[in-house]
């Protein structure tokens, strides 16, 4: 079994699947987008003087900061051949217990604790769901995406909580910065590298690329794939707790809207940094890139006065390229093998 598992075929496992023309082109994916980013950049610094203003970028990096936590999730997620549509929900649920608790005399960090908690067990509900019962991952976590946003509703009775008077620590973790950098920004920078390093070198990590190039296969290997499923949602869950606390931290605002299309984003910048909807590919570093270059599109179209009605749009637009990519790269490969 262990020789299974150190040798995969070449056939089933998504990343060493043989690749036609096309999709060997895609598997520069990274690279591409790096250029693409750098682009936009040169061009954006040239379209308007106050994008390389330190403010601005600044503010871009701590927006991008919750969204990406949640990518990085989402990416794990959808190497396993699911993704999670309650991240978004159970960000603002984390916030609003946290907040709730707070108002109700409960310290701010032991308050964030428990909001912790809530996340994991949000997790724990869709993996338990979808890894022991085997429901279809689209319901589950349509579910419970309903159960957490309905449960910021009910606790917040629709209005946001006010935290203004938190401790001074508590707002660091938001608003703060270590010698210029902000401090969300270096925790989701520290989240990317001991995500990307587990990605690379853990076996548990290797069991979710099994599962998500071949689920039967994987059984036949011997993987324990409900428990690998449970551990993929528990993660997506915990993340998107730690998102909702930095965010609570960073506006001192508890709110049942926060998250909102936060899945969505997230989605998209997973599959636009070389994640595959079918499982088996992924990269923490892809879903880095793809969630920068939607947060430069977003800030572009602030900066250059473009209704921010367009920012859905324009971000649904690069989804649905994003997926053909992914699409026209699979059949490539299907086709030259």
């Given at each position: 079994?262990?020789?299974?598992?150190?040798?995969?075929?070449?056939?089933?496992?998504?990343?060493?699947?043989?690749?036609?023309?096309?999709?060997?082109?895609?598997?520069?994916?990274?690279?591409?987008?790096?250029?693409?980013?750098?682009?936009?950049?040169?061009?954006?610094?040239?379209?308007?003087?106050?994008?390389?203003?330190?403010?601005?970028?600044?503010?871009?990096?701590?927006?991008?900061?919750?969204?990406?936590i949640?990518?990085?999730?989402?990416?794990?997620?959808?190497?396993l051949?699911?993704?999670?549509?309650?991240?978004?929900?159970?960000?603002?649920?984390?916030?609003?217990?946290?907040?709730?608790?707070?108002?109700?005399?409960?310290n701010i960090?032991?308050?964030?604790g428990?909001?912790?908690?809530?996340?994991?067990?949000?997790?724990?509900?869709?993996?338990?769901?979808?890894?022991?019962?085997?429901?279809?991952?689209?319901?589950?976590?349509?579910?419970?995406?309903?159960?957490?946003?309905?449960?910021?509703?009910?606790?917040?009775?629709?209005?946001?909580?006010?935290?203004?008077?938190?401790?001074?620590?508590?707002?660091?973790?938001?608003?703060?910065?270590?010698?210029?950098?902000?401090?969300?920004?270096?925790?989701?920078?520290?989240?990317?590298?001991?995500?990307?390093?587990?990605?690379?070198?853990?076996?548990?990590?290797?069991?979710v690329?099994y599962?998500?190039?071949?689920?039967?296969?994987?059984v036949?290997?011997?993987?324990?794939?409900?428990k690998?499923?449970?551990?993929?949602?528990?993660?997506?869950?915990?993340?998107?707790?730690?998102?909702?606390?930095?965010?609570?931290?960073?506006?001192?605002?508890?709110t049942?809207?926060?998250?909102m299309?936060?899945?969505?984003?997230?989605?998209?910048?997973?599959?636009?940094g070389?994640?595959?909807?079918?499982?088996?590919?992924?990269?923490?570093?892809?879903?880095v890139?793809?969630?920068?270059?939607?947060?430069?599109?977003?800030?572009?179209?602030?900066?250059?006065?473009?209704?921010?009605?367009?920012?859905?749009?324009?971000?649904?637009?690069?989804?649905?390229?994003?997926?053909?990519?992914?699409?026209?790269?699979?059949?490539?490969?299907?086709?030259?093998?």
């Open positions: 079994m262990n020789q299974a598992l150190e040798r995969p075929t070449v056939q089933t496992m998504g990343p060493n699947k043989q690749k036609g023309l096309l999709a060997r082109a895609f598997a520069i994916r990274e690279f591409s987008l790096l250029i693409i980013i750098i682009a936009c950049v040169i061009i954006l610094s040239f379209l308007t003087p106050h994008f390389l203003t330190v403010s601005n970028l600044s503010t871009t990096a701590i927006g991008l900061a919750a969204d990406g949640i990518a990085v999730g989402m990416t794990v997620a959808l190497v051949g699911g993704f999670d549509l309650s991240v978004g929900s159970v960000m603002a649920l984390s916030g609003v217990v946290a907040g709730s608790l707070y108002l109700a005399g409960v960090w032991l308050a964030a428990i909001a912790l908690l809530m996340g994991m067990i949000c997790g724990l509900i869709n993996g338990y769901f979808i890894g022991r019962v085997g429901l279809n991952p689209f319901i589950t976590t349509l579910g419970m995406m309903s159960i957490a946003r309905g449960a910021s509703y009910v606790l917040t009775k629709g209005s946001p909580l006010s935290l203004a008077g938190m401790s001074k620590g508590f707002k660091f973790l938001g608003g703060g910065h270590i010698f210029g950098f902000p401090v969300m920004v270096l925790i989701y920078l520290l989240i990317v590298v001991i995500m990307d390093f587990i990605m690379r070198r853990s076996v548990v990590m290797r069991q690329f599962v998500g190039s071949n689920e039967k296969a994987a036949l290997s011997g993987i324990n794939v409900s690998v499923k449970m551990g993929v949602f528990f993660l997506t869950g915990t993340l998107a707790a730690v998102s909702g606390i930095l965010t609570l931290s960073r506006f001192t605002v508890a049942p809207n926060a998250g299309s936060a899945e969505m984003r997230a989605i998209a910048a997973c599959v636009i070389g994640a595959s909807l079918s499982g088996g590919e992924g990269t923490i570093l892809g879903s890139l793809g969630v920068i270059l939607l947060a430069l599109v977003n800030n572009a179209l602030i900066l250059l006065n473009v209704s921010v009605y367009w920012q859905d749009l324009i971000t649904g637009i690069i989804l649905i390229s994003a997926v053909l990519i992914d699409f026209l790269s699979h059949r490539s490969s299907f086709l030259g093998k």
